[in-house]
């Protein structure tokens, strides 16, 4: 029973598109997270919702905007799509205890 | 601006021996230090971690240790197994309860039988 998943897990797509992925988890955690994995291989945080507030935001383009529904979903939208956009997206969960639940990735190509 | 480093892409080790995976910060605030192991297609698992009032964590095989004065952590697994074969990346943040985590670029493990 998975934890954290998220979907697609690849997406390829034409540049200019607007496209989303969609995270789900099923541990009850208030905290949720998207990070990048880019090209050189770093996980960087891009944004993170506690109970459905937006609480870190970090410089990314108002291109990518997340949602969230509820505690359980983060959901990332990302417009206008350019090629510096293909990447490994991680949705990640953080209850009380230490240590993230990652999702298994999505594999953004942007063509 | 790399606050957290692992300066060494890959390590290969023979099976059975030790692997010393190593990890250095910068920000002084931190005070709570991960390790994560991360399977091809698969999402980062978190490992093992360590608190500032720590040197020394030990989960089975796997034991981090911090140099708070060095800034350094290292993720010692004792015996290397094929299966450890895998990207560990090292985090840092600032508490337990710290909404921000800051990764490593990871190392990736190689593990020979």
């Known amino acids: 029973d998975t934890a954290v998943s998220q979907t697609p897990k690849y997406l390829v797509t034409q540049m200019g598109n607007d496209k989303s992925i969609k995270c789900e988890q099923n541990l009850g955690h208030d905290t949720m997270y998207w990070y990048k994995q880019d090209s050189k291989k770093f996980l960087k945080i891009m944004f993170s919702y506690n109970n459905k507030e937006l609480i870190i935001n970090e410089t990314v383009p108002n291109r990518f905007s997340p949602k969230s529904p509820d505690k359980a979903h983060l959901n990332l939208h990302i417009n206008s799509l350019e090629l510096g956009d293909s990447a490994v997206y991680f949705c990640?969960?953080?209850?009380?205890?230490?240590?993230?639940?990652f999702g298994s990735g999505t594999r953004l190509t942007v063509v | 601006d790399q606050q957290v480093k692992q300066n060494s892409p890959s390590l290969s080790v023979q099976e059975g021996r030790i692997s010393i995976l190593n990890c250095d910060y910068t920000n002084s605030m931190f005070d709570y230090f991960l390790w994560y192991k991360k399977y091809p297609a698969e999402g980062p698992t978190f490992l093992i971690s360590?608190?500032?009032?720590?040197d020394k964590n030990e989960d089975g095989r796997f034991t981090v240790f911090l140099n708070k004065s060095a800034k350094h952590l290292s993720l010692h697994i004792v015996p290397s197994q094929p299966g450890d074969s895998a990207v560990y990346f090292c985090a840092a943040s600032e508490g337990t309860g710290g909404f921000k985590t800051i990764f490593g670029a990871g190392t990736r493990l190689f593990v020979k039988a």
């Open positions: 990640a969960s953080k209850g009380n205890r230490n240590g993230y639940t």
């Open positions: 360590i608190s500032s009032i720590k």
